[in-house]
Each structure stands twice: as C-alpha cells, then as structure tokens.
C-alpha cells in the first residue's frame, strides 16, 4: 500500500514538474536544472562520495581538487538532463537541428538498413536518453532496451516520453523477444552496455580492475550477425550535443561464444574508456561500478610496531585465503604503508582533532601535512584501497580517514580507545579480554591474531635444527617475556622456573630451547645466560636483542612438544596457541598487569584447556600432561573468523 502511494506521488510530482517546466523558455530551464544539480551534489553526499572515490580510482594521477570539480559538473549536467527529458514533448526537428550537430553520421545511415540490423551501443554518457529522441524526431526511430523502474506509474510516464517520436521502448526479460524480433527485421536496437553485468555479466577489464559487463549487447550481434555501432551522446555545453557514432566494430570470432563475447566486449570497454577520459564529468560515476570486482586492493597501515604489524598482515592472509577457491580467482595486492608523524606531540594532536576531520576528509588529505610526514601523506594520498587495515590505536583516525576518503572498508585490530570505540567499523577484531561493547563489525578472538603460518613454523623448525645439537631430543620451549612500568619479573620466580624446566627435563630425558623478549630487562638476561649456557639439557640460548634471526621463535614452537610462556606476553601466548602444541602460562609473583590478562587467563583455562600455573608447579604440570583443547578451539576460531573476513571483499 505504501510503495503504490510512493509510487502516485512520485509520478505526479514527476509530471507536475514537466508541465511548468515545458511552457518555460529553455535557457532558464537549463539554469534550473543546473542549480538542481548542485543541490543534489549537496543533498546526496553519499552518491557524491562514490563518484569521488571512484573518479580517483580511475584517474589516480588527478588532483583532489580536479576529482571535486568533476563531481559537481556531474551532478549539474544530470540536473540538465532531467530537465532535457522533461522538456522532450516540446522538441522540434528546428530545435535538434539548431543545438545537435553529428559525427560518424553517414556511417549510421549506411549501416541502418543492414540485412541483420544493427544494435547502437551505448554508455550513461552526456544525456543518453537524447541521443533516441533525436532520431526519432528525425524520422528513425529505434527501439531501445530501458531498465524498469520500480514505481510502475513514473516507469509508464518515463516510457512515453522515451516514445514520443515513434521509438519502441521495452524492458529487460520479455522486452529480449522484441529486441531479437527488431533486428531480425534489420531494424536498429539502442543497448547500454557499460553498467555492472551481475553475477551473470562477462568477465573484463575497466580502468584496469576485473569486473562484469552485460553479455548481452555482444551476445545478440555474435548469435543474429548484427552490426555494432558505438554511440555517445556529448554534451558540448548547454542545449549543445554532439551526437559521435563510431565506426561499426568488427568483431573476433574464435568459435568458443563466451570467450568471443569476452573479447568484443572488452574492445567496447576500451572505447568507453577513452571517452570517459577525454570527458570524465559526463558519465554516471555514482553508482557502484566495481561492486562486483575481482580486483581487490588491501592497504595496511604501519606503526612500526613489529607485533602491530604482524597482526595486520595475518588478517590480510585470513582474508585471502578466505576468497582465493574462489572462481575466478581473486586479484588482490596487500600493500603496507609505513606512517610516521613529523612529532610526538603532533601524533597527540591528530588523535584528540580526528573525530572532527573524519566526517570532512574526503579530497581533504593534504591538510594532514602538519601531522605527517610528506612521504608517510604521498604514499596514503596516492593509494585506492577498497580495504584499510591498521593495528593498535594510534593509526585508528587515520584509517578513518583513508575510509572515508576513498569510500573503502575498515578493519582494525584490537579494540579503539575513546572516542574511537564508538565509530563503525566493517571489522573490529577484538581479543576477548578486552572488555566493553563497540558498533556492529565486532569479532571477539581469545589472545590476539598470530602471524604464524604453520608452513613458515615447519620451515623455520628445519633451519633451527641446523644449528641444534640433538633437535630430535626437543621437549620444551621457554617464552620469556619482559617488564612493563607495574609488571616486574621477580628473580626468585626465575630461579624456580629453571629449577623446574630442569626437573621435568631430567624426568623426562629430554632437552628445551629458551628465548627472551626485547623487554627483558638485563638483570634477568644475564642470569638466564649464566645459567644456561653451558647447561647440558639446555641446547639454545636466545637474546632477543642480539640474536634478531626470524627463526627462532617460530622454530623453537615447531621443535618442541610443550610451549611455556611468562604470562605477560600476550602476543605470544596468541602465538603459541595457534600452533596447535601443547601450551603452558606460568604466573609470576607480581601484581601489576592489567585486569585483562587475568580474564584472558580465566578464559585459557576454562574454554582452552591451558594449564596457568605458579612457576614453582611448572614441573608438576610439565608431567601431567592435562588434555588441551587449544587447538581445536583455535581451528573452530579460524573457520569463524574466515567466514566473517570474506564478507570484506
């Protein structure tokens, strides 16, 4: 009942408007329709925004500002082609002799009368709807293939102003017949051929992305024989237009039908493109030309942070491997962008002004210049990523903004401070223990997103066993981690954990591998060294920050049976979950971590099946050999978070 009111009003206002606007002279008229077009450049800032982003991604080496004025004299010729279409029942053959000049023109009335027809193909170029008008005024009508409206009322009003000169104006669907019947009777058939085919569409390239077009247009000519004829309706200024035929396309015919309807229509692709770049404000940029593409672009923000970056680039290869069964395949480069910001202080700044200039940031980047450097605002400026994805929270805004600027999707890895956590991501992926709730795109993982690939952990377990004296009698590998300003690593717990990696050691005739974290402090480093060095069980000793070999870490998870892990580190807890081994926190006597890692241990426990002991019961816990669920639960997470992360592109 409320589509059919929508319908009645929208038709009447519709053909109110025609009526006032065809007893009005035609310069004014123009003029309104321009000012109307601007109003709708301000009102629709959605569509307007599209257009921006996708005129950028055309023409990257456009200035914001030449991709700003593009989108406003869009919006004011569409504003002139309303009022052109309202205004069609008062056109004369005078008037479209006085304002329409031709181009190709001959090569038109040469192929018109052809035996098998020919189909005039064209774009939503200058006022496409004109072009038919014309010719039917001149006394050769077409019949043309239009998209339905969905209000039926203004679809019939549409039509018959479509059809005021004898043009036959029929829809998708059945309308097909009579289109096959027309060229058949070597009549000529309009067809648009540059919108997204769907799902059904032939597969080609447009400014250099893979995506659909209609098969169709190229299907009909292919099967009946027709000629292709491109057209292109151009405004020259004003009620001026100039309406180009090409010369009529000869198509490839290789015998396989949808690799020849692929060809043809890449050629009329290419032509397309050509005239979008000799006159980029006439075509319709606003719509989702690339939603359906194979072409994906992922850009990561980088902080610098080793762990942050790390993350970043797990989530772009669960997001890969999430699409790449796919058929085709997906083309997608991951491009990493370092940021750096010309001053702490400045970074302070653009956190706390942020939330004011995202909403304003699209076509507006450059006045980041004061917080970033130009290298740093030059690589992001120049970038077209249809997803952006940034780790910890300084690079939050400024992932906002890359959003907002090229109308891409977000994903951000752990949880946004204030008042970031109130913003809309596409994806928020949030270690559980993080408390509090954010906006939809929400998924909780336990720990946070590891970067090991079990391949890279097999391989670096072989080029670590190089350098091992018996990696066969691996049984243990010790994480230690490192002080924060509340968290201290109190020696006396060292003590007990060596004392009790060795117990289990010699129980268990076995040997373990020992690493430490850059934030180990140095007392620690050295006891550890004095320690285990010449110890006959203890094959690897290995300072973080003297030893920087890739292998290590992820070799030492391969070659052991148990991971044992200082419960400060939750990178690496995460890390050492993933890899399907056995796993071990080993508490320490200090009270100053966060409340979250308690909860993160809690939840180990309780849903993991990971033991989380005091250092003097790590032997106790090393023989017990209690089930963990850890890896059943992390491959239940990945098959969750892969189903979530497809949906991103």
Known sequence: MFHHFLDWLASSAVRSTAFFIQRLPLSPTLKLGRGLGFFGYLLVRKRARLAYANLKCAFPESTPQQRGEWVREMFCQLGMNGIEILRFP??????????????????????????????????????????????????????????????????????????????????????????????????????????????????????????????????????????????????????????????????????????????????????????????????????????????????????????????????????????????????????????EFRSPWRRRLFYGLAPLFIPWAQGRLQRLNFFLTAASLNKISMATPDLIISAGAALVPLNLCLSNENCAKSAVVMKPSFPFNLFRYDLALIPAHDSGLMPGGNFRIQGVLSGMESDELKASGKILARSLRHPEKIRFSLFVGGETRHFKLPPTDIENLLEQLNQSAESLDGDFLVTTSRRTPPGIVEKLRSELSAHPRCQLVCVATEDPRPEVVPGMMSLAETLIVTEDSLSMISEALRSSKRVIVVKMNSNGLPRKHTRFQENLKKNWGVPVVEAAHLSEALEKKEPSWAGERWQEEQVRLREKVGDLL
């Open 90 to 339: 008062t056109l004369t053959k005078e008037h479209v002799e006085d304002h329409v000049c031709d181009a190709g023109y001959e090569t038109y009335l040469e192929h018109r009368w052809k035996e098998k027809g020919a189909i005039l193909l064209t774009a939503h170029f200058g006022n496409w709807e004109y072009s038919q008008i014309v010719e039917g005024i001149r006394g050769r009508p077409i019949t043309i293939l239009a998209r339905r409206q969905k209000y039926e009322r203004l679809d019939t009003f549409l039509n018959s102003l479509r059809q005021r000169y004898g043009s036959i104006s029929v829809g998708k669907g059945g309308g097909v017949r009579e289109v096959i019947r027309s060229l058949r009777e070597g009549k000529c058939v309009g067809m648009l051929a540059d919108q997204s085919g769907g799902d059904e569409g032939i597969w080609v390239r447009f400014f250099g992305r893979l995506t659909t077009a209609p098969r169709g247009p190229m299907g009909l000519a292919l099967r009946l024989g027709a000629t292709v004829l491109p057209v292109f309706f151009i405004r020259r200024g004003g009620p001026d237009h100039e309406l180009h035929f090409e010369p009529p396309m000869e198509l490839t015919r290789t015998g396989d039908d949808d690799k020849d309807v692929e060809i043809n229509t890449q050629r009329y692709i290419r032509l397309l493109e050509s005239y979008l770049r000799k006159y980029p404000t006439q075509w319709l940029w606003g719509h989702k030309r690339w939603k359906r593409t194979r072409t994906k672009r992922i850009l990561i923000l980088s902080d610098g942070k080793p762990g942050h970056v790390k993350q970043s680039e797990a989530l772009a290869r669960e997001i890969v491997q999430s699409v790449q069964q796919k058929t085709p395949p997906y083309e997608i480069s991951i491009e990493r962008s370092e940021i």
